[in-house]
């Protein structure tokens, strides 16, 4: 079911959410979040469809917020608030309100955000595109327990991968981080099938990658070893190579969805490495609402071995060891 409302307020929104549940029978109770997307006209379709998709897992109340700017001041459209209510079917397993901000209004989007989210349920804020440099301080973001930004659709991901470092704030994280996900659980079984020492190590992807420079920042910090960068042809992260004296740790990725493991003296296996979908990864961060602590030491730390700038309110990162076992640890705890 769709409402479409021109020229609205956020208590005509309310009231239009009500008659929706009402009409398809459905209350607002069994709704666990409240996730606010901040996009543009562009790119809002395939952020609603990955929101929708992912609340199958968290029912949840969707607010997208479109800031539309008129281009002249005689501009027709002037300062006016337009919002589409989509419930049931036509909002996944939640329900779903676009609000599009003209002119003016789009200065006060935390103003009307504010009176349509679920009482006593946590808000996620999510920028698919030009996310703020300081998450935490913007607006919207205040709202949040958690705020979620991708890397890579910044036009500089490193140079935003360092003003994310700067102004990280509990709450936090990215989703060039979460792609990381399946990489990190490898890297963890690896360590606890091979008892080695690791000496060295390289991740090897295409330029520019920000998931890779996380990775690499979060091996030097956890293991204590340098890591080198080295750059292929992609697509993103193509491969992990820890040294050790009884020869190569390999995690192969070059393209598709199977990787490669090869360990010291056992025969390569061949396991699932696919690139998963927003939508997956988005379901993934909706999991736990708390501070990604391990996000923060991964961008604060360096390619050296050791931390670069301790990471704030989070645990001190473990000491380099040369100790197989502690290196397990290590990896398995983030």
């Given at each position: 079911m769709k409402i479409d409302l021109t020229d609205t307020t956020a208590s005509k929104i309310n009231k239009a959410l009500?008659?929706?549940?009402?009409?398809?029978?459905?209350?607002?109770v069994g709704m666990v979040l409240t996730m606010v997307i901040v996009t543009d006209e562009e790119n809002a379709y395939d952020s609603i469809k990955a929101a929708e998709e992912a609340s199958r897992e968290h029912p949840s109340r969707t607010l997208v917020v479109i800031k539309?700017?008129?281009?002249?001041?005689?501009?027709?459209?002037?300062?006016?608030?337009?919002?589409?209510v989509r419930v049931g079917s036509?909002?996944?397993?939640?329900?779903t309100v676009i609000l599009r901000l003209h002119g003016e209004v789009g200065q006060h989007a935390d103003s009307v955000v504010l009176p349509l989210l679920l009482p006593d349920a946590p808000v996620v804020v999510w920028w698919p595109v030009e996310?703020?440099?300081?998450?935490?301080?913007?607006?919207?973001?205040?709202?949040?327990?958690?705020?979620?930004?991708?890397?890579?659709?910044?036009?500089?991901?490193?140079?935003?991968?360092?003003?994310?470092?700067?102004?990280?704030?509990?709450g936090d994280t990215?989703?060039?981080?979460?792609?990381?996900?399946?990489?990190?659980?490898?890297?963890?079984?690896?360590?606890?099938?091979?008892?080695?020492?690791?000496?060295?190590?390289?991740?090897?992807?295409?330029?520019?990658?920000?998931?890779?420079?996380?990775?690499?920042?979060?091996?030097?910090?956890?293991?204590?070893?340098?890591?080198?960068?080295?750059?292929?042809a992609g697509p993103v992260v193509t491969a992990v190579r820890l040294g050790t004296a009884n020869g190569e740790i390999r995690i192969d990725r070059p393209e598709g969805p199977l990787a490669t493991l090869t360990l010291p003296g056992q025969p390569e296996r061949t396991l699932a490495l696919k690139v998963r979908s927003t939508a997956e990864l988005i379901?993934?961060?909706?999991?736990?609402?708390?501070?990604d602590e391990m996000y923060a030491v991964a961008l604060h730390g360096d390619t050296k071995g050791a931390p670069a700038k301790a990471a704030p309110k989070?645990?001190?990162?473990?000491?380099?060891?040369k100790n197989a076992k502690a290196s397990k640890e290590s990896v398995e705890h983030a």
């Open positions: 009500v008659e929706g549940r009402r009409a398809i029978g459905t209350p607002a539309r700017t008129a281009r002249t001041p005689r501009d027709r459209q002037g300062n006016r608030l337009d919002a589409e036509d909002a996944g397993t939640g329900e996310a703020p440099d300081e998450p935490a301080k913007d607006p919207l973001g205040a709202l949040a327990a958690r705020r979620i930004t991708d890397l890579y659709a910044d036009e500089d991901p490193l140079g935003a991968l360092d003003r994310r470092a700067a102004s990280y704030a509990p990215d989703l060039a981080w979460t792609r990381l996900t399946p990489w990190r659980s490898m890297l963890a079984a690896a360590l606890d099938q091979a008892r080695v020492d690791i000496v060295s190590a390289a991740v090897e992807s295409e330029a520019e990658n920000p998931s890779a420079e996380l990775l690499a920042r979060w091996l030097g910090t956890r293991l204590g070893v340098p890591v080198e960068r080295v750059t292929t379901a993934e961060e909706l999991r736990r609402l708390d501070a989070t645990p001190k990162t473990a000491p380099a060891t």
